[in-house]
Structure formats: structure tokens, C-alpha cells
């Protein structure tokens, strides 16, 4: 089936400091991808839609500036958390569709220390 | 969003038991429902999906129920076991458009 694949797992960083996340379609292309967060006992929210080949759509709240996204190819889209702080620690999952049906990464857990 | 009274945040059952999750959706326009399970510190995992052209699907094991009438989605899991635990997310959405996930419920399965 169609695996969608994030890297790294997790990572801890410290203040002040910036990390990738990639999110990789492994068997299929998507021209769109989805960046969700979810913060601890939470459920999952919509952060920004990867565009390929063009801007991000952010969601209301989301700072574009500090979550940089760029989707550069049909198969790989990256955030980039920029000057991370303690409280952007985080999961955050990436997915992306093929034939209507949504495919989840396994998740970044971020913590900023 | 979730309506009042009808999302449990917690379940507990025992082994063997059916259970049943509740989730109410929001948008009306959504035509594609459905529902995940999260084990801690994984990414959510596909169980079943309804388009909103059905009321009902079976899986192995689950049967996904939709009453359009009141935008309310269930799951069903029938004899369920330990390796059941887990939260479970209703979720909505449309084509080419981003899920909106429910609150989820923590499913505890006791032996």
C-alpha cells in the first residue's frame, strides 16, 4: 500500500535553533501535503497545506514565517521550525492523499529545550 | 466539533466486550468520514471509512455507522481485545481538502 515516510522520528533541539522535518511519498506522487500538530492528550490540527511548485496555505494562528514549508517535488515536502521555542514542542504529522484516502507519516515528536 | 454529551473522552471495557465510539461531526458538505487509531507516540493509523452516500460499512472486526440526519458517526468494535487500546479520532473531509479531526476517545481494554 501507499506509505508516506517522516523523518527524523524525533528530535530535541534547543532554543533558539531551527529543524527540518521531512514528510516523503514513497510509492505515489502528491502535489499536495498536509502538516498537522498535535500537542499532548490533544487531538490533531490542521497547521498549513503543501503546495508543490507554489506557496503553502496556512491555517488562522499559524505562523508562516517561523514554519517554513517547502514541497519541492511530488514526493517530499519540509517544515522548517525556525527559532524553535519550548513551546513548539510538539508531534507533528504529515500526510498526504492518493485516490481520495488520506496516508499518514509516523510522526515527528519535537522537543525544544 | 463535538457535541455536548455525546463524546466520551475516556472508554473502559473488558476484554471481549463490544464497544462503541461516538463522535459528531460539523460540516454538513463533508462527504468522507473516518476513523483512526493513535497509539501513543505513533502517527494515527486507518481503521474504516464511510462516503456519505452509505450509513453503514463493516470491517474486520469494527462496523463504521453514519446518521447524516444528525452528523453523528460511530465505530464498533466487536470482542474487543487488549491490542484495542488505544485513542481513537473521528475525522471529515472532502476531496483534495485537509481532515478536520474530532477529540478523540482513549479506549482502555481490560483483561
Known amino acids: 500500500g501507499a506509505v508516506v515516510s517522516q523523518h527524523p522520528s524525533w528530535v530535541i533541539c534547543k532554543s533558539g535553533t531551527s529543524v527540518k522535518i521531512e514528510c516523503r511519498s514513497l510509492?505515489?506522487?502528491?502535489?499536495?501535503m498536509f502538516w498537522y500538530r498535535q500537542f499532548p492528550k490533544q487531538s490533531l490540527m490542521l497547521m498549513a497545506t503543501s503546495n508543490e511548485g507554489s506557496k503553502a496555505t496556512y491555517e488562522q494562528g499559524v505562523e508562516k514565517d517561523k514554519f517554513l514549508i517547502n514541497h519541492a517535488s511530488l514526493t517530499l515536502s519540509t517544515l522548517t521550525v525556525t527559532s524553535a521555542h519550548p513551546e513548539d514542542s510538539s508531534f507533528y504529522i504529515c500526510?498526504?492523499?492518493?485516490?481520495?484516502?488520506?496516508?499518514f507519516g509516523q510522526g515527528t515528536r519535537l522537543t525544544v529545550v | 466539533g463535538e457535541s455536548v454529551g455525546l463524546h466520551l473522552p475516556t472508554l473502559s471495557v473488558q476484554e471481549g466486550d463490544n464497544s462503541i465510539i461516538n463522535c459528531a461531526y460539523s460540516n454538513s458538505a463533508s462527504d468522507y468520514f473516518i476513523w483512526y487509531k493513535q497509539e501513543s507516540g505513533k502517527g494515527p493509523q486507518f481503521i474504516i471509512d464511510i462516503r456519505s452516500n452509505m450509513d453503514k460499512r463493516q470491517g474486520q472486526r469494527v462496523t463504521v455507522l453514519l446518521n447524516k440526519t444528525v452528523k453523528h458517526l460511530s465505530l464498533q468494535i466487536a470482542a474487543t481485545q487488549p491490542g484495542d487500546s488505544a485513542v481513537y479520532f473521528c475525522?471529515?473531509?472532502?476531496?483534495?481538502?485537509?481532515?478536520?479531526f474530532g477529540k478523540g476517545t482513549t479506549l482502555s481494554v481490560s483483561s
Open positions: 510509492d505515489f506522487q502528491a502535489t499536495t
Open positions: 500526510s498526504a492523499d492518493r485516490d481520495t484516502e488520506a496516508f
Open positions: 475525522a471529515e473531509g472532502g476531496p483534495g481538502t485537509a481532515l478536520i
